[in-house]
């Protein structure tokens, strides 16, 4: 198990140096020069200055060694476009509440996603079942930013339950932003763990429980949740690293100022290194809880531990 | 998960020895047929049958309703002002006293437009990664396959924007690079799961012990039979596409005005959703009905084109 995990870790080193390689060769790619705006007309030596202090005419390999040495630390260097402020500063303002939100609407949909599934499938057929079921298509293939403004337009305006239409400082204002999140992987998870438990009961070792005379609730919760939910597990993880760098159209309606709002300022003002450490960060964070999976998938079904690392 | 559509009632090796003997040999004898089969099951679905007429209604809205309509989805007329939803308009007008009706039509050939051709771009790049990797196998399939993880370390949505900045504009045309380019991994893997699968039946075998090339095995065996999971491909990635268009367009960096697709004018009803929720419900219903029928129908295919991952 130590070995597996250990392997996998280190692994996980060369993908990290790969991103960060093709988002270097991307953004090399990019037309335009934040100094060089037609707006300001800079004199040619304050142009090459400015170039050599940010290190733009090094060769590609020193640039980025110069990078990946900064991520390691830590460091993400300076912006190009706000001249006093790092991109560590600008992580650390904006990326706590994505992470937040993006953490909270996954686990809203998590916890709301296998509950709802779980009793679709022991309620298999009936009303219950159905109407879970569609409400769980519908919320899949609803696009998220239609569910914003409909809690918003309902909930906080016409009946006026007291939720703002904007913002994330109060509890109540980070309601409406996690559900309009979360209401897709919900749907998504329901769906997953609906499907697997009406698979798992159909298997023999579930029959040979229930002919053992065990109770029925104790062949749910011992054998068919807990082999269940290892597809759940797996889909887990990129719906983790997608929630938390995908949140992008939430923060738009709800004027969050996360990272992903930012991100978007940041690529149409051609801010290089924010876009550069934001997307190396995000990154990261995706391939972090890739890993995870990975690593709670082994625990879980000790079958995948060679073959996955 | 290993269909066999094109050999089934003809031996292999005289498959591959003397094709035209095919047809011939056989012919008193009514063979069931894999695709006659497919569709038997499928319309014996309804849920993926309602879902496959949705699915062409709207396209077919989409294509003959602008030709037909009386209004001209980019005529500006201030006097008609986010109308709610009336007998000259069934679905209101926007934000600029458009016919929303039109414009959801005229938006839909740009979104649809936009997904089909990412799609196609989709499984032509998965089909050639993965049958590359899958086929020659060893140490290239294995260098292919972490290429593959790394990528799908990137994040979706940052990655489509970087790569619109690069091209430094968003047209019809750049909107499908970005969006094929970030999402072709999972089809490049699943071709070339199925292509290790198939490498190992006796009649790839057999082909091969008869001294057939690469290219014969791989075009005249293996390729043709990941057909059914491609047709189920198209339906699994058309979703993805056309929301990630959508979102793209929401957040503001869409292709231009005043064409729309579905998204751009989700956008343009975002200011206006506390007094005139239409404009933003209408493109948005639209984006979910083909979303949604979109599911089904890839549902029914998998259950139609391989009866033995039926679901329960």
Not at chain 2, 258 to 278: K, L, V
Request: aromatic fraction near 10%.
């Amino acid at each position: 198990m130590t070995t597996f995990i250990v392997r996998r870790l280190f692994w996980t080193i060369p993908v990290i140096l790969l991103v960060i390689l093709m988002t270097f060769g991307m953004m090399r790619q990019i037309k335009g020069n934040p100094f060089r705006t037609s707006e300001r007309a800079i004199p040619a030596e304050i142009q090459a200055n400015l170039e050599r202090k940010y290190g733009l005419n090094d060769p590609w390999y020193v640039q980025y060694a110069k990078y990946v040495k900064g991520v390691a630390t830590f460091d993400l260097g300076p912006s190009l476009v706000l001249r006093n402020r790092d991109v560590n500063d600008i992580v650390r303002e904006h990326f706590p509440r994505s992470l937040e939100l993006g953490g909270l609407a996954f686990l809203f949909a998590f916890v709301f996603g296998i509950a709802v599934g779980t009793l679709s499938a022991l309620k298999a057929n009936t009303v219950f079942d159905y109407g879970a079921m569609f409400i769980s298509n519908v919320g899949y293939a609803v696009p998220s930013f239609l569910v914003a403004t409909l809690l918003i337009y309902f909930l906080a305006l016409q009946w006026d339950l007291g939720f703002p239409t904007s913002g994330w400082t109060t509890p109540e204002s980070k309601i409406l932003p996690v559900v309009a999140l979360g209401l897709g992987p919900m749907a998504a998870f329901a769906r997953l763990v609906r499907g697997t438990m009406l698979e798992t009961m159909q298997q023999d070792y579930i029959r040979t429980a229930k002919a053992k005379g065990l109770r029925w609730r104790r062949v749910v919760g011992l054998h068919v949740l807990r082999n269940s939910l290892i597809p759940v597990v797996t889909a887990a993880g990129p719906t983790l690293g997608f929630l938390i760098t995908g949140s992008f159209v939430i923060e738009q309606i709800f004027a969050i100022p996360g990272i992903g709002r930012y991100y978007v300022t940041a690529v149409t003002s051609r801010d290089y290194s924010v876009v550069m450490g934001l997307t190396v960060l995000l990154s990261i964070i995706v391939i972090l809880a890739n890993l995870f999976v990975d690593v709670l998938y082994g625990i879980l079904d000790p079958r995948t531990r060679d073959i996955r690392t | 998960m290993v269909v066999n559509p094109r050999e089934a009632p003809t031996p292999t090796i005289a498959g591959d020895v003397a094709p035209l003997a095919q047809g011939t040999a056989g012919a008193p004898l009514r063979q069931s047929n894999l695709w006659r089969d497919a569709w038997g099951r499928y319309v014996r679905n309804r849920a993926a049958v309602a879902a496959g007429a949705a699915f062409v209604l709207l396209l077919l809205f989409c294509v003959i309703w602008p030709f037909v309509s009386p209004y001209d989805g980019n005529k500006l007329d201030f006097s008609l002002k986010n109308e709610g939803p009336s007998l000259s308009h069934p679905f209101g007008t926007d934000n600029f006293g458009r016919d929303m009706m039109t414009r959801t039509a005229e938006g839909g050939r740009v979104s649809i437009g936009i997904g089909f051709a990412a799609t196609i771009a989709i499984l032509l790049a998965g089909v050639a990664y993965g049958a590359i990797s899958g086929f020659v196998g060893g140490r290239l399939d294995n260098a292919m396959m972490r290429v593959l993880d790394t990528l799908y370390g990137l994040p979706y949505l940052p990655f489509a924007i970087i790569i619109l900045a690069i091209f430094g504009d968003a047209n019809f045309w750049t909107m499908v690079v970005a969006l094929s380019v970030v999402s072709w991994f999972t089809t490049a893997r699943i071709v070339r799961g199925q292509i290790i699968t198939l490498k190992e039946n006796d009649y790839v075998r057999a082909a091969r012990a008869v001294g057939a090339r690469w290219y014969r095995i791989l075009g005249r065996h293996l390729l043709p039979n990941t057909l059914g999971v491609l047709i189920i491909a198209i339906f699994l990635e058309l979703p993805g596409v056309i929301l990630g268009e959508a979102f793209l367009s929401f957040i503001g960096l869409g292709i231009g005005a005043p064409d729309a697709s579905w998204g751009q004018m989700a956008n343009d009803g975002r200011t206006a959703y506390r007094t005139s929720p239409h404009i933003i419900a209408v493109p948005s219903i639209a984006i979910a009905t083909l979303i949604l029928s979109a599911n089904f129908i890839a549902d029914g295919l998998r259950d139609a084109l391989d009866p033995r991952t039926r679901e329960t």
